[in-house]
T-cell receptor, first 112, second 116 residues
Framework: TQLLEQSPQFLSIQEGENLTVYCNSS?????LQWYRQEPGEGPVLLVT?????EVKKLKRLTFQFGDARKDSSLHITAAQPGDTGLYLC????????????FGTGTKLQVIP | DVKVTQSSRYLVKRTGEKVFLECVQD?????MFWYRQDPGLGLRLIYF???????EKGDIPEGYSVSREKKERFSLILESASTNQTSMYLC???????????????FGEGSRLTVL
């Protein structure tokens, strides 16, 4: 059972366009992380959001955690070719230890 | 520089063979994880460990086992490899931050296993 569904699965856009990636679940998480993975490498953490309703910005990337801590979104403004990669959300459930469940992934291609 | 090292980048094995995937981290992290990555399915958790000799099943443990005899090393074992275990395997480690119980996952580069 996949607990975290991401949409869209694939996205191909022109440089300069805006986009939003969604991460949805029926489960509540104590926090949510977003990772980016480039070909031949492991995922790398972009951000962690902890509080329901929290918004974090990382240059042109804006991350939001849903009020109920079940969903999240990633918005990229004026996409650049360097943003190309696989974006993964990850829900964290903790109870003395950390268990991380990843979403299905969104493959983004930004065309120059 | 923090590092998670996976012993093999590419492996080709035959059905029924025993397969060992080794992972070593140099960050003194408590937690270690094994995921498999398949297109359209993201990363699925196989097993994780939060202490030496401790292990917990993830979402897809069937057909796999793990071993953590030392804090820095976490091994994934396929007792009898099958073709449906052809995949990319990713090892990760993390340490817990206080209060939030959330830590950054540091990943290795992955081991691509093909079972013929």
């Amino acid at each position: 059972t996949q607990l975290l569904e991401q949409s869209p699965q694939f996205l191909s856009i022109q440089e300069g366009e805006n986009l939003t990636v969604y991460c949805n679940s029926s489960s509540v998480f104590s926090s949510l992380q977003w990772y980016r993975q480039e070909p031949g490498e492991g995922p790398v953490l972009l951000v962690t959001v902890v509080t329901g309703g929290e918004v974090k910005k990382l240059k042109r990337l804006t991350f939001q955690f849903g009020d109920a801590r079940k969903d999240s979104s990633l918005h990229i403004t004026a996409a650049q070719p360097g943003d190309t990669g696989l974006y993964l959300c990850a829900g964290v459930r903790s109870g003395g230890y950390q268990k991380v469940t990843f979403g299905t992934g969104t493959k983004l291609q930004v065309i120059p | 520089d923090v590092k998670v090292t996976q012993s093999s980048r590419y492996l080709v094995k035959r059905t029924g063979e025993k397969v060992f995937l080794e992972c070593v981290q140099d960050m003194d992290h408590e937690n270690m994880f094994w995921y498999r990555q398949d297109p359209g399915l993201g990363l699925r958790l196989i097993y994780f460990s939060y202490d030496v000799k401790m292990k917990e099943k993830g979402d897809i443990p069937e057909g796999y086992s793990v071993s953590r005899e030392k804090k820095e090393r976490f091994s994934l074992i396929l007792e009898s490899a099958s073709t449906n275990q052809t995949s990319m395997y990713l090892c990760a480690s993390s340490t817990l931050l206080p209060v939030t119980n959330t830590g950054e996952l540091f990943f290795g580069e992955g081991s691509r296993l093909t079972v013929l």
